[in-house]
């Protein structure tokens, strides 16, 4: 049996610790379960161009890098300031993931999401927001979440707590959010 050196033992000692920050570092967005937590930190990201890669699907990842230049920032949130409150407004779940509606109050107005997360990679797959008023104005209306399709005869009213809910294909928010259908 061959012995390691020192700087042998230390260089797998932190690529091992590298690894494991890495790893972390990408099952952030999917560890936190609270929607109103993931946008703060997404708008914290697209204020500042440090968008995570790994928060992102790779469509939506093109989309912010097509939009904003490849910087990650939009102008239009760092004028509005750091967020001081989320509420989330509602949720509307798709075969493959929830698609929640939020509003995001800053310190200089309000800005309304939607945002969509894949229960499958779970990345951010949809992405979506508009400005509003001023904090001293009243606060944005939610933004309507497109509803799925009824139920059919025949089709099980209540699935298993553990089974997404059964929409149709073309369903108005499946046609909205294919990404998550």
């Known amino acids: ?33 609270d929607p109103r937590q993931i946008l703060t ?9 440090t968008p995570n890669w790994s928060w992102y699907g790779p469509q939506l990842w093109q989309t912010i890098a ?17 967020v001081t409150n989320v509420v989330l407004n509602g949720q509307t779940q798709l075969p493959a993931g929830p698609v ?35 904090p001293q104005s009243l606060p944005a209306p939610p933004v309507p979440l497109p509803q799925t399709a009824a139920p059919t005869p025949g089709s099980v009213p209540n ?6 809910p059964q929409t149709s294909g073309t369903s108005e928010a499946c046609r909205r959010f294919p990404n998550l259908c």
Do not use: D
């Open 159 to 164: 699935p298993p707590a553990n089974a997404p």
């Open 41 to 49: 930190a997404v708008i914290q990201q697209l204020q500042t161009g």
């Open 100 to 134: 929640y509606s939020l509003v995001a109050q800053h310190q200089q107005g309000v800005s309304t999401w939607l945002l969509g997360i894949s229960l499958y990679t779970n990345r951010i797959e949809y992405a979506n927001f508009n400005i509003g008023s001023t």
């Open 1 to 33: 049996m061959q012995m390691m050196s020192k700087g042998s033992i230390r260089f797998l000692i932190a690529a091992v610790l590298a690894c494991l920050l890495q790893t972390q570092g990408t099952r952030t967005a999917a560890a936190q379960a």
């Open 66 to 82: 097509m939009q904003t230049g490849n910087s990650g920032v939009y102008p239009q949130l760092v004028q509005l300031g750091q």
